[in-house]
Every structure is written in C-alpha cells, then in structure tokens.
C-alpha cells in the first residue's frame, strides 16, 4: 500500500508542477524594477563584511544586483572567506536607484579558533540595505541576520553553535 502511495504521490505532484510551469510566466516573476534604468551591468570593488575584507564583484540586472565577495578574516591567521548573494529593490528613495533593497546570502559568516588552527564557518541569512547606485559605482550598508554551521574543536568541543549571528557589511564598487 505504502509503495502504491509514492508512486500515486509522485504522478500527482508531477502533473501539478507541469501544470503550473509555463516560460516567462509574468504572474511568476517578480516586478524587474531596474530594467529602465541606466546602470551598468558589472561593477567591481572592496569592502568588510564582519571581520573579513574582500574584494567583490556586482551584477545589476532587471530584478535586483547579485554579488560575489572574496577575502581573508582579519583574526587569527587570516583564513579564506567568500559570501554569494542577491539584493531585490523594496523601495526607491531619491535619483538614480538609491534605496533599500532585501537580500540573501549565504558563505563564510566569520572565523573561528577551532584550538589548533582558525577555520572559517559556513552560514547564511537574509539582508535588509541601503544601495546607492549609479552607472559609476554602487555603496551599500547593510544590517542583516543569520545563522552559521556548528563548529566544533579538535577535543570535540563546540567552539561555536547554531545561533542568529547580526553581520554588518560596507562595498563601495565602480562601474566596468
């Protein structure tokens, strides 16, 4: 009976999603909110986020700016970190696109001391920034919220839980 019930369950959920799915499908899609404006499509810069610098790369499209961040931690010695993410416009405040926009990211949070060496703990959460953005740069600030794998030393002890963790970020990138 229970075999009979997959497969059943399986068929429906199968001829639901075929149902729904359809390409381009605007009632999907959120509202693209910068596809009249004059940005550039790539930007590249520096920023921190937490306790780590890195170098950052933006992609503005249609529906929002995603980006990749690349550096060290500043504590200890100075692990690899790295965060991908993407920004949706909420609401515009002035010229160009300034304003706030809603995110996620997910990657390296922070960097902890493990007893023997510092490794860099993987997490992520979501965003609420403020964009300045422009053909010739975008400047963001943003306050966000998280979470971060467990992390646990080489005695087995927990140097670090599964807890909300705020994270506080700066970029300033130029247009290419």
Request: glycine share 12%; charged share 20%; no cysteine.
């Amino acid at each position: 009976m229970v075999k009979i019930m997959n497969k059943v369950f399986s068929l429906l959920a199968l001829a639901l999603l075929a149902n729904n799915a359809s390409a381009q499908d605007s009632a999907f899609l959120p509202e693209a909110k910068l596809a009249d404006s004059s940005v550039k499509a790539l930007y590249a810069g520096a920023g921190f986020t937490q306790k780590m610098i890195h170098l950052n790369a933006e992609w503005a499209n249609p529906y929002g700016i995603a980006y990749a961040k690349a550096g060290a931690f500043l504590n200890g010695d100075k692990t690899f970190g790295g965060q991908l993410g993407f920004r949706y416009p909420v609401h515009f405040t002035g010229k160009d696109k300034n304003g706030y926009y809603l995110g996620a990211y997910a990657g390296h949070i922070e960097s902890k001391d493990t007893g023997a060496e510092y490794e860099s703990r993987l997490g992520g959460g979501v965003d609420l920034a403020y964009v300045m953005l422009s053909p010739e740069r975008i400047s963001t600030f943003s306050v966000g919220i998280g979470a971060g794998e467990k992390l646990t030393g080489q005695n087995g002890r927990t140097v670090a839980d599964t807890e909300p963790k705020l994270q506080f970020s700066y970029t300033l990138s130029i247009g290419l």
